[in-house]
Nanobody
Framework: QVQLVESGGDSVQAGGSLRLSCAAS????????MAWFRQAPGKEREGVAC????????YYAESVKGRFTISQDIAKNMVYLQMNNLKPEDTAMYYC???????????????????WGQGTQVTVSS
């Protein structure tokens, strides 16, 4: 069973930056894709970015394109989300997710992910 642990959430002002980290508990050789999702109070969980691990291909939601960067360190079983030019609407709980074998190279659908972390809170004030 893969366990994912997020860290790096904080409170920042608009225009600031944060870097989220996701640590996988085990060797993740069979995980094809990892992603970051977020959920604001009263809203559905939405995909922010994903990365196809084998080829290091990133994919972004339109709302964060150009501001967020997803990256990975396979040797350390880590995935990161660099968030720049943060906006108040980026305020949410951010979750790391992973998909096992199969699937296509990109997906921001919650149902395509098998493993989830507990989340880390990001708050952006204006």
């Amino acid at each position: 069973q893969v366990q994912l642990v997020e860290s790096g959430g904080d409170s920042v002002q608009a225009g600031g930056s944060l870097r989220l980290s996701c640590a996988a508990s085990e060797v993740t050789i069979n995980l094809n894709r990892m992603a970051w999702f977020r959920q604001a109070p009263g809203k559905e969980r939405e995909g922010v970015a994903c990365i196809w691990r084998r080829d290091d291909w990133p994919y972004y939601a339109e709302s964060v394109k150009g501001r967020f960067t997803i990256s990975q360190d396979i040797a350390k079983n880590m995935v990161y989300l660099q968030m720049n030019n943060l906006k108040p609407e980026d305020t949410a709980m951010y979750y790391c997710a992973a998909q096992g074998p199969g699937g296509i190279w990109y997906s921001l659908l919650t149902e395509d992910y098998n493993y989830w972390g507990q989340g880390t809170q990001v708050t952006v004030s204006s």
